[in-house]
C-alpha cells in the first residue's frame, strides 16, 4: 500500500516538474484556496504569496480572475491532489513551494 501511495505523489510530482512557473504558481493558488486539500501550512498566508508573484511574472492574472477551466493540466493535478491524505497533500504542497 505505502508503494502504491508513494507513486501518487511521485506521479503529480512528475507533472509539476514538467509545468512552468506560472502554472506552478497557478497550482498553488488552486491547492491554497481549496476548501477540498487539508494543509498543515497557513492557507492565506501561502495564497498571498503565490499571488504576489504571480502577479508580478503574469499580466492576465494582474488583470483579472484567470479561469482556471483554461488549464486541463491544472484541473488533473488538482483531482488527483484531492484523491490523496493529508500527508500526501502536505507533501505535495511543500514540494510545490520548494521548486517556485
Do not use: W
Not at 30 to 53: E, G, Q, V
Not at 57 to 77: A, C, F, G
Not at 87 to 96: M, T, V, W
Amino acid at each position: 500500500m505505502n508503494n502504491n501511495i508513494d507513486d501518487k505523489v511521485k506521479d503529480v510530482i512528475n507533472i509539476i516538474n514538467n509545468m512552468d512557473v506560472k502554472n506552478k504558481l497557478r497550482l498553488g493558488l488552486c491547492m491554497s484556496s481549496s476548501a477540498y486539500t487539508n494543509l498543515k501550512y497557513n492557507k492565506s498566508h501561502i495564497h498571498s504569496i503565490f499571488d504576489k508573484r504571480l502577479k508580478e511574472i503574469d499580466n492576465e492574472h494582474l488583470t483579472s480572475y484567470v479561469n482556471i477551466r483554461k488549464y486541463p493540466t491544472l484541473l488533473y493535478v488538482m483531482a488527483k491532489i484531492m484523491e490523496m491524505n493529508n500527508n500526501q497533500q502536505n507533501q505535495i504542497a511543500l514540494y510545490l513551494l520548494n521548486s517556485i
